[in-house]
């Protein structure tokens, strides 16, 4: 059985930092492309940043600069480091694990930037 458990997500206060982190169980993540997204309220679920087993990274515009996707194939974990948050970054976050047609996902966690 295939899982990805997230953690790392809180209530901060704009401008600060949150690291988020997403184990997978179940299969060997290094040859899936790992990333984040996220689905603020009444929106559409969109991209993080993802990053493939060759570690090339890609971001969503409004990240670029601030947040930070890595992962450790030793522990089947992908980590986003995310720096001077907004409120605007406030969702769930999801990780996905995908290779070709298939596509696994976490539960989500959530992040909330306020003051």
């Known amino acids: 059985q295939v899982q990805l458990v997230e953690s790392g997500g809180g209530l901060v206060q704009p401008g600060e930092s949150l690291r988020l982190s997403c184990t997978a169980s179940?299969?060997?993540?290094?040859?899936?492309?790992m990333g984040w997204y996220r689905q603020a309220p009444g929106k559409q679920r969109d991209l993080v940043a993802t990053?493939?087993?060759?570690?090339?990274?890609n971001y969503a515009n409004s990240v670029k600069g601030r947040f930070t996707i890595s992962r450790d194939n030793t522990k089947n974990t992908v980590y986003l480091q995310m720096n001077s948050l907004k409120p605007e970054d406030t969702a769930p976050y999801y990780c996905t694990a995908q290779l070709l047609s298939v596509a696994y996902w976490g539960q989500g966690t959530q992040v909330t930037v306020s003051s």
């Open positions: 990053i493939t087993p060759g570690e090339n990274t």
């Open positions: 179940g299969i060997r993540s290094s040859i899936y492309v």
